[in-house]
């Protein structure tokens, strides 16, 4: 099924170790995002890009890096995992930016960082 | 900085009844809004988006306001079934962050009784 693919499902870190989280979409997405999920926070921005080669920061940019080579795949990368990075992980696209249009979700990424 | 209020955080109804969420924002400076459900241990599926020029979007049992002038939107769901048990969150943009930033709530926890 078309869709935005995320894994692993499940990771389990220690700190000060470094691990990339995976999302592809087969939908043609230009826009493509990482969101974090934490409990009584709702979901905050971390990384967006808006087509290939263009990446900009979100609202906790700090301790991940992006990158956007093609238009399918946007893989987030925790440089050295923290405690406080332990989090429910999500990847979003939609055909255009992510305000006036569908946003497609993945179905999330458990980090435990220990 | 924009902060979304989703009143109330928690929501039990009998099955057939119509009930209503509500979304607030503390800037009502909103350009778009997206309603989503998330099922335990799932992504997100957007329900109803309502574009800048649009007041509210109807699909189904489910239709979606957005009062501009207050910031508010509200999600009604008609005839409520069991399977409407989920988690409810509201997500907007603003004009002055283009549309690639979206703020999202911490949403509602709705049960339907059957």
């Known amino acids: 099924n078309a869709g935005v693919t995320q894994t692993p499902k499940f990771q389990v870190l220690k700190t000060g170790q470094s691990m990339t989280l995976q999302c592809a979409q087969d939908?043609?997405?230009?826009?493509m995002s990482w969101y974090r999920q934490d409990p009584g926070m709702g979901l905050r921005l971390i990384h967006y890009?808006?087509?290939?080669?263009?990446?900009d920061q979100g609202e906790v940019p700090n301790g991940y890096n992006v990158s956007r080579s093609t238009t399918e795949d946007f893989p987030l990368r925790l440089l050295s995992a923290a405690p406080s990075q332990t989090s429910v992980y999500f990847c979003?696209?939609?055909?255009?930016?992510?305000?006036?249009?569908?946003?497609?979700f993945g179905a999330g990424s458990r980090l435990t960082v220990l | 900085k924009q902060e979304v209020t989703q009143i109330p955080a928690a929501l039990s109804v009998p099955e057939g009844e119509n009930l209503v969420l509500n979304c607030s924002f503390t800037?009502?400076?909103?350009?778009?809004l997206q309603w989503f459900r998330q099922d335990p241990g799932k992504g997100l599926t957007s329900l109803l988006l309502?574009?800048?020029?649009?007041r509210e979007q109807t699909s189904g049992r489910l239709n979606a306001s957005l009062d501009k002038s207050s910031g508010r939107s509200t999600l009604y769901i008609a005839a409520s079934q069991p399977g409407d048990s989920a988690t409810y969150l509201c997500?907007?943009?603003?004009?002055?962050?283009?549309?690639?930033?979206?703020?999202f709530g911490t949403g509602t926890r709705l049960t339907i009784i059957p």
């Open positions: 997500a907007g943009d603003e004009r002055n962050f283009g549309n690639e930033k979206l703020t």
């Open positions: 939908m043609n997405h230009e826009y």
């Open positions: 800037d009502s400076a909103i350009y778009n």
């Open positions: 309502i574009q800048s020029s649009q």
């Open positions: 979003a696209s939609s055909s255009g930016g992510a305000g006036a249009n569908v946003l497609t």
């Open positions: 890009s808006v087509g290939a080669g263009i990446t």
